[in-house]
């Protein structure tokens, strides 16, 4: 069974910083581009981050780049967002998943939620 | 950057109906590339359509997709009320990527 769990997620302060995890299994991890997305409450979705399945080509949106890192340890199957300089606009619940992959299928977690606020 | 904008922002249908969802691009997509998503509250996104027309794994053939270049169409036939949630376009090609904003769709 396919399993990816967030954690890392909870309150910080403005200007804070926070490291997200993302725990995959089920799935060939290191075969994979992994994805952060995020949704702020009552609101849509927003793609965050990706990351090759060798963690050596990234990209990010506008609003969190310089102030975020992607990275993945594949002997961990494991995905990261190292978030910094944090702002009460990014507010939200954190999902990880993954690129679609063959089949068409794509994979998510649950989602952390990061709540930005003094 | 691609913006993608979905009309309308809501839709709501009686059971049996069809939906019809648009999706804009501000600049060309390549198919390959456009995914729908369904959301309800309190879930994470189910892949519906991707490469803007093949269904996903499960997904049954009252969802189909279609459209190329700057527009894209999702159509949901037989509305039935498990079917009433957020919808969301996604562009996948380029970075950054990007969501639609959404379209509700409520089944009435």
């Known amino acids: 069974e396919v399993q990816l769990v967030e954690s890392g997620g909870g309150l910080v302060q403005p200007g804070g910083s926070l490291r997200l995890s993302c725990a995959a299994s089920?799935?060939?991890?290191?075969?994979?581009?992994m994805h952060w997305v995020r949704q702020g409450p009552g609101k849509g979705l927003v793609w965050v981050s990706r990351?090759?399945?060798?963690?050596?080509?990234?990209a990010y949106a506008d609003s969190v780049r310089g102030r975020v890192t992607i990275s993945r340890d594949n002997a961990k199957n494991t995905l990261y967002l190292q978030m910094s300089s944090l702002r009460p606009e990014d507010t939200a619940v954190y999902y990880c998943?993954?690129?679609?992959?063959?089949?068409?299928?794509?994979?998510w977690g649950q989602g952390t939620l990061v709540t930005v606020s003094s | 950057e691609i913006v993608l904008t979905q009309s309308p922002g809501t839709l709501s249908l009686s059971p049996g109906e069809r939906a019809t969802l648009s999706c804009r691009a501000s600049?060309?997509?390549?198919?390959?590339?456009l995914a729908w998503y369904k959301q309800k509250p309190g879930q994470a996104p189910r892949l519906l359509i991707y490469?803007?027309?093949s269904r996903a794994t499960g997904i049954p053939d009252k969802f189909s997709g279609s459209g190329s270049g700057t527009d894209f169409t999702l159509s949901i036939n037989r509305l039935e009320p498990e079917d009433s949630a957020v919808y969301y376009c996604?562009?996948?090609?380029?970075?950054?990527?990007?969501f639609g904003q959404g379209t509700k769709v409520e089944i009435k």
């Open positions: 089920g799935f060939p991890f290191d075969t994979y581009w």
């Open positions: 490469a803007a027309s």
């Open positions: 990351i090759n399945s060798y963690g050596s080509i990234t």
């Open positions: 998943a993954t690129a679609i992959g063959p089949g068409g299928r794509d994979f």
């Open positions: 996604r562009q996948s090609g380029s970075a950054p990527e990007a």
């Open positions: 600049q060309s997509v390549s198919s390959t590339y």
